[in-house]
T-cell receptor
Framework: DVKVTQSSRYLVKRTGEKVFLECVQD?????MFWYRQDPGLGLRLIYF???????EKGDIPEGYSVSREKKERFSLILESASTNQTSMYLC???????????????FGPGTRLTVL | AQKVTQAQTEISVVEKEDVTLDCVYE???????LFWYKQPPSGELVFLIR??????QNEISGRYSWNFQKSTSSFNFTITASQVVDSAVYFC????????FGAGTRLTVKP
């Protein structure tokens, strides 16, 4: 079974803090994704990566950065957390069989981040 | 611009009723993939089905069926004889270069 794990289920941080959200997958997937999920807005793509040390912006990258130093790990960084970044953050990974767009994504359990 | 529209925010049915979740998408690509995911109360999204843009055959898997119509850019999902365990948020998604999700439909099945 594909396993995508996220470092925390719940996290509470203060405004201005630097926040690291970690995601690890164990299926040797090339592609990894970070989304945030908000009521009524569904999942919105923040950043994705199709290879180590490679990153691409999604729809809402402002206020976030990412790091992918190893294939299995994709980190989301909030440089200076703000209250409007309070949300559920979901990490996902997928393989490259038949091309990146073909493959279903496997999701982690999510991290519910509250910024006070 | 939103590429995937799930107009139904919430649906509530009684067990054993049939229910259809609507999904309308927008793309200029000729090659793309459509997906449905289920997010149960535990929170982890689970893949249900994938359909490529060249295959308009409907698909049935047990109580689940999917109707893909390119002419109307729709990929609807029907649950027959719904059960309480079907209660979840369901997401439709479109994959071109990356994946775009709809806002989701929350389905509640009451006993």
């Amino acid at each position: 079974d594909v396993k995508v794990t996220q470092s925390s289920r719940y996290l509470v941080k203060r405004t201005g803090e630097k926040v690291f959200l970690e995601c690890v997958q164990d299926m040797d997937h090339e592609n990894m994704f970070w989304y945030r999920q908000d009521p009524g807005l569904g999942l919105r793509l923040i950043y994705f990566s199709y290879d180590v040390k490679m990153k691409e912006k999604g729809d809402i990258p402002e206020g976030y950065s990412v790091s992918r130093e190893k294939k299995e790990r994709f980190s989301l960084i909030l440089e200076s957390a703000s209250t409007n970044q309070t949300s559920m953050y979901l990490c996902a990974s997928s393989g490259n069989r038949a091309g990146a767009t073909y493959n279903e994504q496997f999701f982690g359990p999510g991290t519910r981040l509250t910024v006070l | 611009a939103q590429k995937v529209t799930q107009a139904q925010t919430e649906i509530s049915v009684v067990e054993k009723e049939d229910v259809t979740l609507d999904c309308v998408y927008e793309t200029r690509d000729t090659t793309y993939y459509l997906f449905w995911y289920k997010q149960p109360p535990s929170g982890e999204l689970v893949f249900l089905i994938r359909r490529n843009s060249f295959d308009e055959q409907n698909e049935i898997s047990g109580r689940y069926s999917w109707n893909f119509q390119k002419s109307t850019s729709s990929f609807n999902f029907t649950i027959t004889a719904s059960q309480v365990v079907d209660s979840a948020v369901y997401f439709c998604a479109l994959s071109e270069y990356d994946m775009r999700f709809g806002a989701g439909t929350r389905l509640t099945v009451k006993p």
